[in-house]
T-cell receptor, first 115, second 112 residues
Framework: DTGVSQDPRHKITKRGQNVTFRCDPISEHNRLYWYRQTLGQGPEFLTYFQNEAQLEKSRLLSDRFSAERPKGSFSTLEIQRTEQGDSAMYLC?????????????FGPGTRLTVL | AQSVTQLDSQVPVFEEAPVELRCNYSSSVSVYLFWYVQYPNQGLQLLLKYLSGSTLVKGINGFEAEFNKSQTSFHLRKPSVHISDTAEYFCAVSGTGNQFYFGTGTSLTVIP
């Protein structure tokens, strides 16, 4: 299967620690998105990349969050000095093309628990 | 600005009965609408999408949705549900910046 993959699937960390998540999109997809989903809510947009360029960031993405997509392939999302409020499911999605109408394909997510 | 409201947080329905999951949207630009399903511990899977053309859209697993511009709605329907349809359903609208805006989701529980 060549769908979107995310690693790790689960991460438990202590408050104040740094964590990094990885997303591997569908190979030919030029766009990559990060969303955050908390219990009882729908996914909320964090940021997206067109190839290696980060084109948009949500106000939810505080300065403790950073995302990269070197070489326009996989992407990493790092959270520094984690807080309990960062506990959530972090979803990655990818799409092909430039339009607003393109379907986004989602990965299984990384569930972060901050103790 | 774009937003989506899913009016029902939980919908219980008996097996083989019909179901409708409601979604209302707000958009300041041309509308692209999507329904996704999320099974436990899995990512989101596209059920169907409305881009343009016919207002009745058919998707996978027997689901369909109707785009109603005057009522700003995009309700999801299935004439006969199965146990396997138990899942979380999300309506989404495409934003100006290409991100999707999701509703809070509707938890569909099919009762045997």
């Amino acid at each position: 299967d060549t769908g979107v993959s995310q690693d790790p699937r689960h991460k438990i960390t202590k408050r104040g620690q740094n964590v990094t998540f990885r997303c591997d999109p569908i190979s030919e997809h030029n766009r990559l998105y990060w969303y955050r989903q908390t219990l009882g809510q729908g996914p909320e947009f964090l940021t997206y990349f067109q190839n290696e360029a980060q084109l948009e960031k949500s106000r939810l993405l505080s300065d403790r969050f950073s995302a990269e997509r070197p070489k326009g392939s996989f992407s990493t999302l790092e959270i520094q000095r984690t807080e309990q409020g960062d506990s959530a499911m972090y979803l990655c999605a990818s799409s092909l093309g430039r339009g607003r109408h393109n379907e986004q394909f989602f990965g299984p997510g990384t569930r972060l628990t901050v103790l | 600005a774009q937003s989506v409201t899913q009016l029902d947080s939980q919908v219980p329905v008996f097996e083989e009965a019909p179901v409708e999951l409601r979604c209302n949207y707000s958009s300041s630009v041309s509308v692209y609408l999507f329904w996704y399903v999320q099974y436990p511990n899995q990512g989101l899977q596209l059920l169907l999408k409305y881009l343009s053309g016919s207002t009745l859209v058919k998707g996978i697993n027997g689901f369909e949705a109707e785009f109603n511009k005057s009522q700003t709605s995009f309700h999801l329907r299935k004439p006969s549900v199965h146990i396997s349809d138990t899942a979380e359903y999300f309506c989404a609208v495409s934003g100006t910046g290409n991100q999707f805006y999701f509703g809070t989701g509707t938890s569909l529980t099919v009762i045997p």
